[in-house]
């Protein structure tokens, strides 16, 4: 019972904070690019969201730095708050590829449209792979960051699901970013991708040591993904 009283108590302050934070990210992006707000507007809005659920926010280990990038941070999909959780321990700008379905959700969908992130399906192999060709610009001309699950979905188990090739086959084409594995902790146990209740917890993002882009040169597509679902998966312990 008291479980499902936090969670109202929790959506009745996440709902109201989420819609004016999308509303003002959205005016915000009229008048400049996502990354010039980013610092100050979307990392500090991700810890006010979580706060507001309850969630103790910690980060263990080391946040790269800026001027090393580009990066690939790859992380275990968790649950709803995994979008917070990476906006929230990364202080500088990144972008991200997602499921198409997100960008269809009110508000949420348009703001992550006006903030430049990518679109991506999980049935159609050849739309998929011209959203990652079309994506590398970011790493390449740009030079931002890019944030990636490379499960594609939320787990339903909260175990580490198959990860798929395409995230690997888009390092590898760039050859220029280092892979950062991080593992998100109580994302799973915060929210289920089954059910609507938020419990109160702690939110952990850990950062492991990146993969250098000539630590994987020599690397097939297959032992890269291998060996960032071994480094996800040590850092969940």
């Keep these: 019972m008291i479980n499902y009283f936090f969670s109202i108590i929790a959506l009745l302050l996440f709902v109201p904070l989420f819609i004016l934070i999308m509303i003002i990210g959205i005016l915000l992006s009229y008048i400049t690019h996502s990354r010039n707000f980013y610092s100050l507007f979307t990392h500090n809005s991700c810890k006010v969201l979580m706060l507001s659920c309850f969630q103790r926010f910690n980060v263990l280990g080391n946040v790269p730095k800026k001027e090393n990038g580009p990066y690939v941070f790859m992380f275990n999909h968790a649950s709803m708050f995994d979008a917070f959780m990476l906006g929230g321990s990364i202080p500088f700008y990144i972008n991200a590829i997602g499921w198409e379905g997100i960008f269809k959700w009110p508000l949420w969908g348009f703001f992550a449209k006006r903030y430049g992130a990518y679109s991506i399906t ?34 339903i188990t909260g175990e580490l699901g198959e990860f798929k090739k395409g995230g690997f086959h888009y390092v590898k ?65």
């Design 122 to 155: 999980h049935d159609n192999t050849d739309s998929a792979i011209k959203t990652l060709e079309a994506a590398e610009k970011i790493l390449l001309q740009d030079g931002d960051s890019m944030i990636l699950s490379p499960e594609g979905q939320r787990t």
């Design 173 to 237: 084409n760039t050859n220029i970013a280092s892979i950062v594995p991080v593992g998100l902790k109580g994302a799973f146990e915060a929210n289920k991708r089954t059910s609507w209740k938020i419990n109160p917890g702690n939110l952990t993002v850990v950062f492991g040591e990146p993969i250098l882009p000539l630590d994987y040169k020599e690397l097939s597509v297959e032992q890269l993904r291998d060996l960032t679902k071994k480094r996800i998966s040590e850092l969940l312990v």
